[in-house]
């Protein structure tokens, strides 16, 4: 069967992806996921899916923004292949996909973030020519509201 990519903008396309969503977060609800996209969608938040026929095999968020440092750029959130589809060059096939659409739009550079201990990942992008270019710092406040 063929392997296709499409971009979902709406928040029931997104919506009716949360099975992928939950190999990041296994009690993500989908009380949640609305909240959360209904605060994204206006922000120019969109999601990348891979489809072999209507099965999803990987899915990643993305949105584009401005810094003072560097000007628009796209940066990648939630990038996730379905465990029985990894190996298999879909996270590539994203990549690839999302390298195009920021050359496109004339942006600087691709952001994203990369748990430290998520060293399947860390190999991954490195293989995709991403290198790490600082900490990402942060505070929790309340951490009974992460996913």
Not at 73 to 97: C, L, Q, S, W
Not at 117 to 123: E, S, Y
Not at 126 to 137: D, I, L, R, S
Request: glycine residues 8%; hydrophobic residues 40%.
């Amino acid at each position: 069967m063929k392997i296709q990519l499409r971009e979902l903008s709406t928040k029931e396309e997104m919506l009716a992806r949360i099975d992928m969503m939950r190999h990041l977060y296994p009690t993500f609800t989908i009380e949640k996921y609305d909240s959360y996209l209904t605060e994204m969608i206006p922000h120019n938040y969109k999601q990348l899916a891979v489809f072999e026929g209507e099965v999803c095999l990987g899915i990643t968020g993305f949105w584009q923004g401005y810094k003072l440092w560097s000007g628009k750029y796209i940066e990648i959130d939630n990038f996730v292949v379905h465990p029985d589809h990894r190996a298999k060059g879909i996270g590539k096939m994203m990549t690839d996909y999302i390298d195009a659409k920021a050359k496109a739009t004339n942006c600087t550079m691709i952001v994203l973030d990369a748990f430290t201990g998520n060293f399947n990942a860390h190999r991954f992008y490195y293989n995709q020519g991403y290198v790490p270019k600082g900490f990402h710092f942060l505070k929790i406040i309340n951490e009974e509201g992460l996913s």
